[in-house]
């Protein structure tokens, strides 16, 4: 089956940089797109940075100019940097994929989450 893992949270104070990544696996016939949410207490879950397999990407103007997602189309896998972080970033980063598996039909996936903790 499909699955999509991430990993590089952690905690860092104001200003400086941490890199994000995730990983789709499985069997898998394409990936549309991939990206991020992020989700803080009290916070709506909104979209930090998403990409599409021809490189296509999307940020909210609150991160647009700090953050960067890439993508690794033959490793099935989507990074976020993240520069001049600000206690405002503190949130789970949650991976995500828009994935058609090669015996089923197109559907997203979602990673367990990394805390990201940027406090001094």
């Known amino acids: 089956q499909v699955q999509v893992a991430e990993s590089g949270g952690g905690l860092v104070q104001p200003g400086e940089s941490l890199r994000l990544s995730c990983a789709a696996s499985?069997?898998?016939?394409?990936?549309?797109?991939m990206g991020w949410y992020r989700q803080a207490p009290g916070k709506q879950r909104e979209l930090v940075a998403g990409?599409?397999?021809?490189?296509?990407?999307n940020y909210p103007d609150s991160v647009k100019g700090r953050f960067t997602v890439s993508r690794d189309n033959a490793k099935n896998t989507v990074y976020l940097r993240m520069n001049s972080l600000k206690p405002e970033d503190t949130a789970v980063y949650y991976c995500?994929?828009?994935?058609?598996?090669?015996?089923?039909?197109?559907?997203?996936?979602w990673g367990q989450g990394t805390q990201v903790t940027v406090s001094s």
């Open positions: 995500y994929a828009r994935i058609r598996p090669t015996t089923a039909s197109w559907r997203d996936y």
């Open positions: 499985g069997n898998i016939f394409d990936i549309q797109e």
């Open positions: 990409i599409t397999r021809i490189g296509r990407t």
